[in-house]
C-alpha cells in the first residue's frame, strides 16, 4: 500500500469523496487498492503511475474515473452500514441474554470521563501555553468524536432507521 499512497492521494482530486476512507487499517489498504485498479481499467494503463498521468491530462478519463469510484464508495458505505448493523445484533445478543456489554460500557463511560477532565483542566488552567492547549484541543476534539460515535451508535440516524426525511 505505502508506494500507492502517493498516486493514490493525487489520484483523490478527481474523487474527493473517498478521502473520507483513509485512516489506518484494511478498509484504507481496500481504498487503495480499488481506486488504484479502477485508474487503471478507466486509463487501461499498465501502471499506477501511467493512470495518473492520462487522468491528469485527459477530462474524458477523469469523468469515467470520479463516475467510476462513485460505485466504489457506495459499496464501501454499504461495508460500513453493515459492520455496524453486526455490532448492534452483538449488543442486541447481550440484551437477550440478560447480561450487558461492560467492555462497551466501560469505553463509553472513560471517553465521557475524559471530556469532562480535559475541559475541566482547560476552564482551570487559564495560564496554558499555546502550545499545551493546541494539543490539549487536538485531544479534547478527538474524544468528541468518539462520544459522537458512541451516540450514533446507541440511538442510529434517521437514515440508520430507514426513516424518510
Known amino acids: 500500500m505505502a508506494p500507492l499512497l502517493p498516486i493514490v492521494l493525487q489520484l483523490a482530486q478527481f474523487a474527493p ?9 484494511e478498509t484504507s489498504t481496500k481504498v ?34 470520479r463516475q467510476r469510484t462513485m460505485d466504489l464508495d457506495a459499496d464501501l458505505e454499504k461495508a460500513y452500514l453493515q459492520d455496524r448493523q453486526d455490532a448492534r ?12 456489554n461492560y467492555r462497551a460500557d466501560l469505553m463509553a463511560a472513560g471517553a465521557f470521563v475524559v471530556v469532562i477532565i480535559i475541559a475541566w483542566k482547560v476552564w482551570t488552567a487559564p495560564n496554558l501555553p499555546e502550545y499545551a492547549k493546541g494539543i490539549i484541543t487536538l485531544v479534547l476534539g478527538r474524544f468528541l468524536g468518539y462520544c459522537d460515535q458512541i451516540f450514533q451508535f446507541e440511538f442510529g ?9
Open 17 to 25: 469523496h473517498l478521502m473520507r476512507f483513509f485512516g489506518a487499517g
Open 32 to 65: 487503495v487498492e480499488g481506486v488504484v485498479d479502477v485508474a487503471k481499467s478507466v486509463t487501461g494503463a499498465a501502471s499506477p503511475e501511467e493512470a495518473l498521468e492520462i487522468i491528469k491530462v485527459n477530462a474524458e478519463a477523469q469523468i469515467a474515473f
Open 89 to 100: 445484533k452483538r449488543d442486541a445478543t447481550f440484551i437477550a441474554a440478560g447480561t450487558r
Open 157 to 165: 440516524s434517521v437514515r440508520d432507521k430507514g426513516i424518510k426525511q
